[in-house]
């Protein structure tokens, strides 16, 4: 098999769904030697921050002169994103080989595209000879596959109401099954949290023999946005936690990875013409954020391309971009629970603003441009913004995306040969 057989292989695996239990990847754990035990694991649960949080620990262990996976998802630009070493993604020899290696173990557990990739990253982590991986969990905790990697310390960033079905419908039910990845006896870094959220974290704390550490905000972040002061404030004292090192060392390890730090779609203004401005507001907490920025530094309202899945709280975020953006071409994430571009510029424009649908990506970029005076802004879900992104570079329209190894690698320069368009989730 090649590469992209590969990856066609484990993206089809996507019509397993979510399923619920820890069964399956136990199994393909153990089929692959449990290279979960070869390393050390701190886990990054929560509704919004944990990716940024994620990658903000992991480049300031790195600093520290550790061997630092990472592990994040959804991807933005690439799958191989999903599992890096040292910020460089899994090769693709490594995705073949662990496939040919474990496909008779993949089929028998019938495992999800998540078991898949969290397994992959963890045996691939083990054979990069890492010290520790940073790993961001999936959508909750409790059941996450990757609560196999067993952190010796979980940080948590927060709540609020999201995949209801599967999490519970209130801030309180979200809490606990997040919190519950924390393994006995080990290490909570979380924030003060509102009073019904706290009372969670105070249980988990006292059945589970918690060590409970209140963190405080950074001073500065390398990413835009007050949030990501927070953000920050996480990693470097869960980075001083895991280390045991003087507290004057890990804020200098964090100024130095600041110095070069790069993670696409968060607030992430690419120059051209127009300037373009990612966000990957996929949420009514994250959307607040994004928001809070145009309205420091913008004339608003601004044109926008905008696209979300369709178990989000879209309609609530409709009525947070009033006055905002506008106009706003929708469009329709590449994914089995996209919201169809039709239905969403409907409510756009039940709310008042001037809504056309495209569900084209790649078009709906092309109308935004035409629309735009100096700005257009694209958020939503990470499928409409990472191929909106990989659609401006691909047309020479904006700065290349920075990808974690050599970029010009995965996205030839316009006019070069193309790549295959992403498959989503």
């Known amino acids: 098999m090649d590469y992209s057989e590969v990856e066609d292989y484990i993206f089809a695996r996507r019509r397993m769904g979510m399923k619920f239990g820890l069964d399956r990847v136990k199994k393909l754990m153990a089929d692959a030697d449990n290279p979960q035990r070869f390393f050390r694991t701190v886990h990054i649960v929560g509704t919004n921050g944990k990716g940024s949080t994620t990658a903000f620990l992991a480049v300031i262990l790195q600093e520290m002169g550790l061997s630092v996976g990472r592990m994040t998802s959804p991807h933005l630009l690439h799958y191989r994103e999903r599992a890096s070493v040292n910020g460089r993604w899994i ?20 495992a999800t595209f998540f078991e898949i990739t969290t397994v992959m990253s963890a045996w691939y982590f083990r054979k990069a000879g890492v010290d520790v991986v940073a790993a961001e969990a999936g959508l909750g905790g409790r059941l996450d596959a990757t609560r196999l990697l067993e952190g010796e310390l979980t940080v948590f960033t927060g709540v609020e109401i999201e995949h209801r079905r599967i999490l519970g419908s209130t801030e309180q039910a979200i809490a606990a099954e997040k919190v519950a990845i924390a393994r006995e006896g080990s290490t909570l870094v979380a924030y003060d949290q509102k009073p019904e959220v706290e009372e ?28 990501q002061k927070m953000n920050a404030g996480l990693a470097i004292r869960a980075a001083l936690l895991f280390t045991g090192s003087d507290k004057s060392v890990v804020n200098a390890a964090f100024r130095r990875a600041s110095a070069s730090f790069r993670w696409a779609g968060r607030i992430d203004l690419r120059r051209g013409e127009p300037d373009i401005l990612f966000d990957v507001a996929h949420n009514p907490g994250s959307m607040a954020n994004l928001v809070r920025h145009l309205e420091k530094g913008w004339t608003l309202p601004v044109p926008a391309v905008i696209g ?21 071409i929708t469009t329709t994430p590449v994914n089995e629970r996209c919201l169809p571009a039709g239905i969403l510029a409907q409510e756009f424009r ?4 001037d809504a056309v649908p495209e569900d084209d990506i790649g078009r709906a970029l092309e109308l935004g441009r035409k629309k735009a005076h100096g700005l257009l802004v694209v958020t939503g879900s990470f499928f409409v913004t990472g191929d909106a992104m990989l659609h401006g570079w691909r047309k020479g329209w904006i700065e290349m995306p920075e990808a974690g190894e050599e970029p010009e690698q995965l996205f030839p320069a316009p006019g070069g040969v193309d790549t295959p368009e992403r498959t989503g989730l």
């Open 308 to 328: 979300f899945l369709e178990d989000k709280l879209w309609r609530d975020m409709i009525l947070q971009l009033k006055g905002v953006l506008d106009p706003v």
């Open 200 to 227: 969670v974290i105070r249980d988990a704390v006292r059945k589970r023999r918690l060590q409970r550490i209140v963190p405080e905000p950074s001073g500065s972040a390398p990413l835009t946005g007050e949030h």
């Open 350 to 353: 039940k709310a008042g603003f």
């Open 91 to 110: 090769p693709e020899a490594a995705v073949v080989e662990y496939v040919e290696l474990f496909r008779e173990s993949i089929e028998e557990c019938r």
